[in-house]
Each structure stands twice: as C-alpha cells, then as structure tokens.
C-alpha cells in the first residue's frame, strides 16, 4: 500500500500569503497524484488531478506541481475562503487508493 | 449537476452488519464507477469499494473480508454492507463517482453520513 505523508500537519498563514504544501509516496505514484480541500461540515472537493492539473471550476491561484513520489499543492494568494484542510490523494498503484493525513491552513 | 445522496442507519450495533445506500441524479450512471469513502479520525480518509454498473467491483484489501457492494442500475443506486462492524468502524461514509477513464479520481462526493457503532 502507498503511504501518503503530507506536512506541515498545520500552516498558519494570513490572506493575500503564499501557500506550500507537501505530499510524499512512500513509493512512485507516476503523475497520479491529486488534491482535495475539505472545509468543516462539507465532503472533500477535488482542486487538482494528475499532479498539475485544475478540476473545473478551480481558481487560477491553485496550482500542482511534481511526479513520482514528491509533490506540491501551491495558493499564489490566499484568499479568506482558502482556510481549509487539504489532502493529497494517489491513484497510481492500486489497490487500494490512499489519501494523506491532511495539511490544515489556518488563519494566523 | 450531478447529486450524490447517503442513507442508512446512524447507529449500528458491534457485530453487525452496516448497510448504507447511495442515490444518484442528475447526471450519467453508466459513464463512471462509484465508490465508497470512509473519514475517521483515526484513520483519516479511507476507500473502502468500487463498483462498476455491470456490477463488477474491487475492495481495498484492508476491508474485503468484511465488504460487499451492491448496484441497482434501474433506480441509480449503489449499495454498501459492512459486515462483523466493531467501533473502528465509526465514521463519516461518503459515496463517490469516478469517471471510467479516470480510475480513482473522486470528481463528486455526497454530504456524507455519520455512522457509530455502538451498543
């Protein structure tokens, strides 16, 4: 099974700041990596499939980067809307498919 | 827009069997495969199943034992039981749609239902 480690657990940020994320497979995942948001009450939401590329409906100021077993989930800017718990998701190698623990950012 | 809604019992009794249902409309069935998601606390986000709607179906190994999935094509519903449930099982069950070219990308998820296992 693909081990998803994300860090920080916890980003603690202010509006209008930059946001890096980190998710590592604990083996190669290919480009099969994606990215949801999740906010308090609510389903996750798929941000970003395929490590770079945004679902519909995805603000421009989301953006995915890297391949085989490092990836990043980038917020040029963050908006108040932004602070949300957001985890990483491998379909490459299966089964099963495996999702992170979470990064959670929160206002500073 | 496609909607995504769980049903089922809130509360099961250790031993038992969870059974949940999920309902779909407002958009294809046939183009996707459906999936069943699972959030604790302790474990996080975990898929449980999928099933196609030729009612072929593929369990993470974690849980086969104790799944089974279910489709009904004509009403647009998908089915999950649980079997011999104990309180690691308590969670928030989220049924899900994946496009078949697409495997095990989750594009729509419902509200999710809250499940406790507890006598």
């Known amino acids: 099974e693909i081990v998803l480690t994300q860090s920080p657990a916890t980003l603690s940020l202010s509006p209008g700041e930059r946001a890096t994320l980190s998710c590592r497979a604990s083996q190669s995942v290919s480009s099969y990596l994606a990215w949801y948001q999740q906010k308090p009450g609510q389903a996750p939401r798929l941000l970003i499939y395929?490590?770079?590329n945004r679902a519909t409906g995805t603000p421009a100021r989301f953006s995915g980067s890297g391949s085989g077993t490092d990836f990043t989930l980038t917020i040029s800017s963050l908006e108040p809307e932004d602070f949300a718990v957001y985890y990483c998701?491998?379909?490459?190698?299966?089964?099963?498919?495996?999702f992170g623990q979470g990064t959670k950012v929160e206002i500073k | 827009q496609v909607q995504l809604q769980e049903s089922g019992p809130g509360l099961v009794k250790p031993s038992e069997t969870l059974s949940l249902t999920c309902t779909v409309s407002?958009?294809?069935?046939?183009?996707?495969?459906w999936s069943w998601v699972r959030q604790s606390a302790v474990k996080g986000l975990e898929w449980i199943g999928r099933?196609?709607?030729?009612?072929?179906?593929n369990y993470n190994p974690s849980l086969k034992s104790r799944v089974t999935m279910s489709i009904d094509t004509s009403n647009n519903q998908f089915s999950l039981n649980l079997s011999s449930v104990t309180a690691a099982d308590t969670a928030v069950y989220y049924c899900?749609?994946?496009?078949?070219?697409?495997?095990?990308?989750?594009?729509?998820w419902g509200q999710g239902i809250l499940v406790t296992v507890s006598s």
């Open positions: 099933i196609y709607t030729t009612g072929s179906t």
């Open positions: 407002g958009g294809s069935f046939s183009s996707y495969h």
């Open positions: 899900t749609r994946a496009r078949l070219a697409l495997a095990g990308l989750f594009d729509s």
């Open positions: 395929d490590a770079s």
């Open positions: 998701q491998q379909r490459g190698n299966w089964p099963p498919w495996t």
